[in-house]
């Protein structure tokens, strides 16, 4: 396939939104490819994926941005953004003690099932450094305390932005990250946690939900926000259990899980599927 | 929600369909509720499905059809089908025996779950009678063997056109319908199979996977074509089962599954979510 | 399959218990149909489901408990209970204004596929008393109000004492009951919860996981203890939901996900395969 | 916890199996960990695992089996094998050109989830060498022909006896193993097909899925006999699909279902709990 646009877009939702969007692409000979669309009837917004084929296009491809805004974006008081195929996103992976998610990230981007580039890796131990280094990414140690919490997240800010990052993947990192910190980057930390959230917020939820007894557990990846494994939920999914299992056995079971979920959620993201809204997502699949 | 029309089409990939059809919508102040395509882009096809709004629309109800064939569905040469909110469509329950398909659906039906009517029950045993009765249906048993088969079937069919009825459902209905009796309703008669076709058709799919010793039972929903346990697949879903499950445990798990998946299929239908095209269906959810 | 005997029980673990009670089993002339045993190596307790068949058993049904009690429970010590499959279990529904449940329930008995007796339903509504009546079950009514809840809830106990109630299954019954009652039945009334405990407790789980963005919905079956919604989970379930679900998707797919759930608690309890030990089951499946 | 031992037996069921078992390991002053049995009523076979401490045992470890065949195996004329925690299992690991399923199993290995050896891994072509030396792990080519195929195989067996090697995996091997290959490893040698087996057996299983239009794909492992993907199934399970989905899209999705689906089939048999009968296994779980 050669290079399209994907526009993620929501507004008020009022009649003819999607009769302006696709005559604005068909009319300047863009073939739409995939177009998917959305209204949350409480709220009245209306939400739409359209993906279009750059194939024979009037529009140059970097006039798009700048002519759908003057010509449908402002007029219908659009919330966009506009991707192209042709570049290739950037993510950092930030890890502390525990591969299995890293690893099933990484055998995802080396295998080419993700056209994504990894730049580097940040972790607050050096445990993992050894796996960084067989797959030859550069590995970065901020080791986190109280006291320096602020100082090394201003340089993991500072590598972030040099790197031209433009998502975080808060793979089985143990650490919380400020307010600060997720500013610059809204929407675009992925965080993986291991229950089905609300259930069992916080640290150790395999040993709260063992002493529960519940019989399923679950995965939550999100985007982070300020309020702790509060932000917009972006995928799901749970494994059953029996009294069989010990807590040991609930976090190896988790690890498959959790490793699936999140590297779901980052697929979706990746591929410009989900749109974050009020606290929710749309994950247009 | 008021009275609206949904439209469920298919024709040539070409650029502009999604424009055209919007644009007939918007034009004519219809406001889209809910637009959902796909591009078979083998077989170069696009399908599409148009919840739009008819308050206010400008066309009369009873010329919408009209006006699309010519305005839109010609130019574009469509198989196209227009329904609308307001008709309560009729189905027919064919059954043999077995109870748990027939009070699922008469379940969702009686409350109120289901917006359709139950004109009558056919089979060719008179043991489920007292369930029709229970819920005041008329109960209609054609007992069939090889020789009376055509025969029945038509008196079959005689009460189904009178009766004005849209969808036949096969609700493990143990009988095999004749080419002539599908070709009265294409892709409107809904069969249950209880495996996951194409793995173990025909006659005693629970015992095969015992046999086989599988951890996986199925169940298949599909629309009904000349070839046996062969046609449209519109839903299926599994339950895992262990060396613990012998054969009667498979039939008492796959009750569930069966009755499930057959209700999910025929709630599709009804919702005019599933298209059928080259012995596959499109369900748009 | 004849008469057979069902034991369950728990005590501390010690070495030998399985060698003592299938030794009493196998001397006496009995064989095991079924064993199956847990260990809660955290709590030190040792847990047992013993089936074994009554033909040729050498001890008379009716003095089987007695010489269990004197010359295995007493000596290790055990909680145990031991079951006969020709006695039939006797349950009473509660319900409210929602069927689905209690129909799932009504179908699984009319055809057989549960061996129970149903003498009664109780409500605090007349909405189901047709479906009762379709069915021939006696429906009793009881209005409940703050002031009269302790009077009506006598009445309904003195009711179930008089038809012999062993278990009492609240099938979407809008009302919590006092802990007097709870105190009739202990892990004996089962309720079903619309949410994956322990998230969304309390009213209107549906409306909560939509507020909270959730991408699945859960139901939990437990028994009732005097804490809402905190007692021992016998059997808990989810389905995968999507931004495109409002709230009254969420309740009509959480309908099947909550008759599947309840019912499938209720078969594990009447096949005497749940042990209540720590506001935790053992469901020896 | 300390050394333990696991027996894995069968025999024609009788009365007093597990009274004799358990007797011989208390009366020795072991302590059962876990029992789980299995009697398959059609074939009248009784099946049973039992894991018990090797603390304090009268037997000494190396004198168990002997001791074990004496007084009990031979006796009530059993299959059986023994067990022990303290020998770590060496497996094979046979590789193409996929990574998915390879990188899944050394994430597992290397982290220490499993306690296994993986003294070499085998391919028929060259593509994942660079893997296998990330790990460091020997990488054997014997490229495949129909000419050679008998006599690379005859290498690969002396290499693998060389190595003591327990179990061989299939991890996306895609070549057919002869009959006296799989002589060298019966029930040994775990494979992973990308379908639900029975249904599309054979090569391009995604594809045949797509074309005949199903609704869930899946993925089966077994242990490898003669008969083609006829092997006894040790696990299955599947993924939904829709009309979305491509073939392409199958093929990622089903990557992860295989090499979840093998890891727990290996895990499985690592943990001494799948018993191969009758080209059926039961999985102690």
Known sequence: MGNHAILL????????????????????????????????????????????????FNIPQEKIKDYFKTLIAEKWEMKWRIYFSDYVPKIALF????????????????????????PLIISNHENLRFLAEKFDIPYHCFPITKENKAAQEAKEIALLQEHGIDCIILARYMQVVTA??????????????HSSLPAFPGAKPYHSAYGRGVKIIGATSHYVTQDLDAGPI?????????????VKDLIRKG??????????????????????????TIVFN
Chains 1, 2, 3, 4 share one sequence.
Not at 234 to 246: A, E, G
Not at 256 to 264: G, Y
Not at 266 to 274: S, T
Request: aromatic share 8%.
């Open 234 to 246: 972006i995928h799901q999914d749970i494994v059953k259990i029996t009294h069989r299992d010990s």
């Open 95 to 118: 890890v502390s003690k525990m591969s299995h998610c890293l690893l099933d990230i990484l055998s995802r981007w080396q295998s080419g099932e993700w056209k994504v580039e990894i």
């Open 255 to 280: 690890r498959d899980l959790e490793k699936l979920v999140l590297s779901s959620a980052i697929f979706h993201h990746l591929e410009r599927k989900v749109l974050a809204y009020n606290n929710k």
């Open 180 to 193: 600060d910190f997720i500013s610059h980057y809204p929407n675009k930390i992925i965080n993986i946690h």
């Open 9 to 56: 877009m929501y507004c008020q939702d009022k009649s003819g939104i999607v009769a302006a969007v696709s005559d604005f692409i068909s009319v300047n000979n863009g073939n739409i490819i995939d177009l998917d669309q959305h209204v949350d009837h409480e709220e009245k917004i209306f939400f739409m994926r359209v993906k279009f084929s750059l194939e024979g």
